[in-house]
């Protein structure tokens, strides 16, 4: 059986090859200042983080280790991509959010925005609810990839327009689990 998260330094799918991108020191030390961040601008105010499955559930959780205020959180669920490499150009709400948002602060959290798409949609969803205020945080941003006009509030690495998967990111579903983020090499 294939082996995944054994810090290899490249990482083969079928015939295309990954290589290290990110590594999990990288990540985590983004995560603290950006946990340190959001908890310092949030200091008086209960927040709610609406993360944004599936991609956001690693990114989402190491965050929250680093936020020292209370606060809350959600999720979303949308579906975009399929098993395709590039965005499909169309955004379904495959899960709502529980909470009732109204009046509160709202943090969206992403692991990646890529066109904007998703954020776009989902911004338009979080207002039509009428919250106190919207920011969002994404682990990673390729902008020049952006096709949409969106305010990306706080930014854990801006990346080149290439795929990366893992610590979150999949590859037709998989490789999630991996610890730290890979680039597919051309
Ligand atoms: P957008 O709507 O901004 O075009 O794309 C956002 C979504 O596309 C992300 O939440 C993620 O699911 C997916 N995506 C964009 N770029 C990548 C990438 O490089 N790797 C992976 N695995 N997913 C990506």
Redesign the pocket.
């Given at each position: 059986m294939d082996s995944v998260n054994n810090n290899e330094k490249e990482l083969w799918i079928g015939d295309e090859k990954f290589i290290p991108f990110l590594s999990e020191e990288e990540i985590q030390k983004r995560n603290a200042e950006l946990g340190k961040e959001i908890s310092n601008e949030y200091r008086s105010k209960l927040p709610i983080f609406i993360g944004?499955l599936?991609?956001?559930f690693i990114f989402m959780s190491d965050l929250m280790k680093n936020i020292n205020i209370n606060c809350e959180i959600d999720f979303f669920k949308?579906s975009?991509?399929g098993d395709e490499?590039i965005?499909s150009g169309r955004?379904r709400l495959v899960k709502e959010l529980n909470a009732d948002i109204r009046d509160r602060h709202i943090i969206i959290v992403?692991?990646?925005?890529?066109?904007?798409?998703?954020?776009?949609?989902i911004e338009e969803l979080i207002m039509e609810h009428k919250p106190a205020s919207m920011k969002v945080v994404t682990l990673?941003l390729?902008p020049d990839?952006?096709?949409?006009d969106v305010k990306i509030d706080y930014i854990g690495f801006k990346i080149p327009n290439?795929?990366?998967?893992g610590y979150g990111?999949?590859?037709a579903q998989k490789y999630r689990n991996l610890r730290s983020i890979y680039v597919l090499s051309e």
């Open positions: 944004v599936n991609g956001s949308l975009s991509y490499k965005s955004v992403e692991d990646i925005v890529d066109t904007g798409l998703s954020i776009k949609y990673l390729k990839s952006l096709k949409y290439k795929f990366v998967i990111l999949d590859y």
